[in-house]
């Protein structure tokens, strides 16, 4: 049983970065695809962006050209890229993996603030 854990969270200013990580307690090589959702406050959980073994990435269309996610299959660990933030990035955010079982984690909260 793999756990995802998700870090680098907090609170950042419209315009700022942050950048979230997801550690695996094993081996990610044979997940063939992770990546990222998120739910805003009285929202329902969204797509963010994914990323498949072979590297071909998938973005939403409101975060595409202002994040970046990437794997480090070395480290087990999977990342989000967060440029250039809005008021609207603020969410928990939560990595996701498939393999021979569907993995989540218990999210990291971003909050987008003046």
């Known amino acids: 049983q793999v756990q995802l854990v998700e870090s680098g969270g907090g609170l950042v200013q419209p315009g700022g970065s942050l950048r979230l990580s997801c550690a695996a307690s094993?081996?990610?090589?044979?997940?063939?695809?992770m990546g990222w959702l998120r739910q805003a406050p009285g929202k329902g959980r969204e797509f963010v962006a994914a990323?498949?073994?072979?590297?071909?990435?998938n973005y939403a269309d409101s975060v595409k050209g202002r994040f970046t996610i990437s794997r480090d299959n070395a480290k087990n660990t999977l990342y989000l890229q967060m440029n250039s933030l809005k008021l609207e990035d603020t969410a928990v955010y939560y990595c996701?993996?498939?393999?021979?079982?569907?993995?989540w984690g218990q999210g990291t909260q971003v909050t987008v603030s003046s």
């Open positions: 990323i498949t073994t072979g590297g071909t990435t």
């Open positions: 996701d993996a498939w393999g021979t079982q569907y993995y």
């Open positions: 094993g081996s990610i090589s044979s997940f063939n695809r």
